[in-house]
């Protein structure tokens, strides 16, 4: 734990999927909807390319492809997978529901979060960017240069901001008190351990992450808020609860 945490004015994730926006929000260093938060698919460094490129053609009815429901019985929902850009859409369409009546409803709320998340990061001076691997997911290409491209391409697109990565690799076995951390480069991090999560030492399902345990690194970080936001945070948790 370092002695003072580091503050950033913008803390966000690029996936793989939920968990990296769920474990962001759980400790605070999140407290609105970016595009990227929910979506599964594609790889880190292609997530960062869609970004850079003001997230154009994000979503498109011909794009779209049919993959199934994704099983949730409390909120069931039809996958569509986007051919053009790699990523896999799981919460956004209610089954049984009209494709072509939704498409622009889900389409203007991808717009509102694209346009948030650009804005906040050309006026930020300091960003923190988190990718978490999803446990099991070794489908998934990745690649240190790719970490160290992305990052590049954010510094260009976003010039006047300080800008560091944390990248979380899953690996199988490893535990935390063995966690391997690499410096990639002075704004690159990495640190590499298993972080499934286990109930009564059994796998819930592959992807879900053990959020108290990635939060023992990144409660080593804080989100600059003014004193509203922490106010309109705390009371928006305690309502969910």
Not at 99 to 127: G, P, W
Not at 162 to 190: C, H
């Amino acid at each position: 734990m370092f002695l003072f945490k580091k503050k950033y004015d913008l803390i966000f994730g690029v996936g793989e999927a939920c968990s990296c926006s769920s474990t962001l929000r759980r400790g605070n260093l999140q407290i609105q909807s970016f595009p990227l938060d929910w979506l599964f698919g594609s790889t880190f460094l292609n997530r960062v390319k869609i970004l850079c490129n003001d997230f154009e053609n994000f979503i498109r009815l011909e794009d779209l492809e049919y993959k199934g429901n994704n099983g949730i019985p409390a909120h069931l929902c039809d996958i569509y997978k986007n051919n053009y850009n790699g990523l896999t859409f799981n919460h956004d369409f209610l089954s049984g529901s009209d494709l072509n009546t939704e498409i622009n409803e889900v389409a203007e709320k991808y717009k509102r979060r694209a346009n948030r998340l650009l804005s906040l990061a050309k006026n930020a001076k300091t960003i923190l960017v988190v990718w978490i691997d999803s446990p099991g997911a070794n489908w998934v290409k990745k690649d240190n240069a790719d970490f160290k491209e992305g990052l590049n391409l954010l510094k260009n697109k976003f010039p006047n901001a300080k800008i560091d990565l944390i990248v979380f690799e899953w690996q199988q076995g490893l535990p935390f008190k063995k966690r391997i951390k690499e410096q990639l480069s002075d704004e690159i991090t990495k640190y590499t351990f298993d972080y499934q999560f286990h109930h009564k030492k059994k796998v819930i399902a592959d992807y879900v992450v053990d959020e108290k345990m990635l939060l023992k690194i990144l409660n080593n970080f804080e989100l600059n808020l003014s004193i509203k936001e922490k106010f309109d945070n705390y009371f928006f948790k305690r309502k969910k609860k």
